[in-house]
C-alpha cells in the first residue's frame, strides 16, 4: 500500500534581518515626541540593505499612530498599552511574524533632537552578550566613518524597550539593538552612518553564520 505523502506547505524564506521604525509618524516638522528623521534614515538604511539581502530583511513600521496616542516601542504600564493598543496591533503582528522567521538581527531605528554632541548612540538590553556585541557594533560604526568611538555611543536600555525586548525572546536573534541617530546630522553624516550600519550588519549577519 502506497502511503500518502502530505503536501507541506512551502514556508516563507528565513529573514537575516528585520529594521523598525516604531516613531516615525510626527504632526508636524517642530515637534519631538516622534523622531523626526527617523523615517528617512530607517528607509534609506532599508533600501541599502535590500540591494544585498534582497528578501531577507524586511521593514516594519506602524501606521500614522502618533506616539501621543500609544507608544509603538512600549509595553503595558499601568493603563498605557504600548504597542498592545488596538490600532497597533498590525505592526505588533508584523514583528511577531517577522521574528518567527529565524532572523538573526534587529534594528530598531529611532531619531532624537537633543543635541549631545554625538551622530549616534546605540541602546542595547544588558542579557547575555548583548552588551559587548552592541559595543562592537557601535566601535565599528565609527571605524567605518572614521571617527572616534566614544563610551556614550552605547546605552544601557531597559526592559521598556518592548520591541528588542520582543526580539531576544527569539533563539535565532543574537542582536537586537535600538538605533539613535542625531537629528542634527547633515546628509552627508547621514549617508555615511547609513552605510557603515550596513556594512556592519551584513558582516555581523555573515560572521554568524
Ligand atoms: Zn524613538
Not at 541602546?123 to 562592537?136: A, H, M, R, T
Not at 526580539?167 to 536573534?173: M, P, R, V, Y
Not at 550600519?197 to 560572521?207: G, K, M, N
Request: proline share 3%.
Amino acid at each position: 500500500m502506497k502511503t500518502k505523502k502530505k503536501t507541506i506547505k512551502k514556508t516563507k524564506t528565513n529573514l537575516k534581518l528585520i529594521i523598525t521604525a516604531p516613531h516615525w509618524f510626527c504632526m508636524n516638522q517642530d515637534e519631538n515626541l516622534c523622531d523626526q528623521h527617523s523615517l528617512i534614515d530607517s528607509k534609506l538604511l532599508y533600501l541599502s540593505i535590500k540591494k544585498l539581502l534582497k528578501n531577507k530583511v524586511i521593514y516594519i513600521k506602524p501606521n500614522k499612530i502618533h506616539r501621543s496616542l500609544t507608544d509603538a516601542n512600549r509595553g503595558k504600564k499601568d493603563d498605557k498599552l504600548g504597542i498592545y493598543h488596538p490600532l497597533l496591533k498590525p505592526f505588533l503582528n508584523k514583528i511577531k511574524k517577522g521574528l518567527n522567521r529565524r532572523p538573526k538581527l534587529l534594528l530598531d531605528i529611532h531619531s532624537y533632537s537633543v543635541n549631545n554632541n554625538l551622530p549616534f548612540y546605540l541602546l542595547y538590553i544588558d542579557l547575555g552578550k548583548q552588551k559587548i556585541l552592541c559595543e562592537s557594533f557601535a566601535s565599528k560604526i565609527c571605524y567605518k566613518c572614521n571617527i572616534n568611538y566614544n563610551q556614550k555611543m552605547i546605552k544601557t536600555g531597559t526592559l521598556d524597550n518592548e520591541i528588542i525586548r520582543l526580539a531576544l525572546e527569539k533563539k535565532s536573534i543574537k542582536l537586537a539593538i535600538i538605533i539613535e541617530l542625531s537629528d542634527m546630522n547633515n546628509d552627508y553624516i547621514r549617508n555615511l552612518l547609513i552605510e557603515a550600519i550596513r556594512d556592519v550588519s551584513i558582516e555581523f549577519i555573515r560572521d554568524i553564520l
